[in-house]
Structures are given as structure tokens and as C-alpha cells.
Nanobody
Framework: QAQLVESGGGLVQAGGSLRLSCAAS????????MGWFRQAPGKERETVAA????????YYSESVKGGFTISRDNAKNTVYLQMNSLKPEDTAVYYC?????????????????WGQGTQVTVSS
């Protein structure tokens, strides 16, 4: 079973940056896709950024495009989310997840394994 552990969240002022890390078990790197998702209070979980391993396809939500970057370090079994120019509306719990079935890698509902989440709070 895949294991995912997020870290790097915290409190930051608007305009600041944070880098989230997702430490993944080795089995996770044989998955079809991995991604970062977030859920704000009272809102549905949404996809922030995701990628497929083999094809190298990458997806970003319109709200973070140009400001967030997803990347991975295979040697460290870690996936990152670099978040720049943060806004108060980016405040949410951020989750890392992976899926083994192909297709729909940009849909949060399609993911099988999830980390526990890390809180990101952006103050105005």
C-alpha cells in the first residue's frame, strides 16, 4: 500500500512562498500519477497540480498556473509543490495523493491513496 506524508505547510503573508514536500513510499513511484490537492473549509477538494509518470503530462488548475510548480526527486522519493505569490484564497489543507489506474489524472475523485494533509494559511 502506498504511503504519503506531507510537510512544509505553515503561516505565510500574502505574496510569500512555501514549498510543500510529499515523502512517498517506493511503491508510489510505480503509480500512474501523483498530485497535490487542497480543501478549504466549506469547499470541495480541488486539484492543484498533478502529473503522470510515464507520459510526463502535467496539469495545473487555472487559479495556480504561473505561480505554483510541481516537481519530483526520484532519488529522494519525494514530490514537491513550490508555491509563490501566495494569496489568502490559497489558504487550505493541502494533500498529496497517487493513483494507479490510468486516465483522469486531473480529477481529485480518481485518486486512491492520500496523505494526512498539511495546513497552509496565507494572511492578508
Amino acid at each position: 500500500q502506498a504511503q504519503l506524508v506531507e510537510s512544509g505547510g505553515g503561516l505565510v503573508q500574502a505574496g510569500g512562498s512555501l514549498r510543500l514536500s510529499c515523502a512517498a513510499s517506493e511503491r508510489t513511484f510505480s503509480s500512474y500519477a501523483m498530485g497535490w490537492f487542497r480543501q478549504a473549509p466549506g469547499k470541495e477538494r480541488e486539484t492543484v497540480a498533478a502529473f503522470t509518470w510515464r507520459a510526463g503530462s502535467t496539469y495545473y488548475s487555472e487559479s495556480v498556473k504561473g505561480g505554483f510548480t510541481i516537481s519530483r526527486d526520484n532519488a529522494k522519493n519525494t514530490v514537491y509543490l513550490q508555491m509563490n505569490s501566495l494569496k489568502p484564497e490559497d489558504t487550505a489543507v493541502y494533500y498529496c495523493a497517487c493513483k494507479y489506474s490510468s486516465g483522469s489524472y486531473f480529477r481529485a475523485q480518481a485518486y486512491d491513496y492520500w496523505g494526512q494533509g498539511t495546513q497552509v494559511t496565507v494572511s492578508s
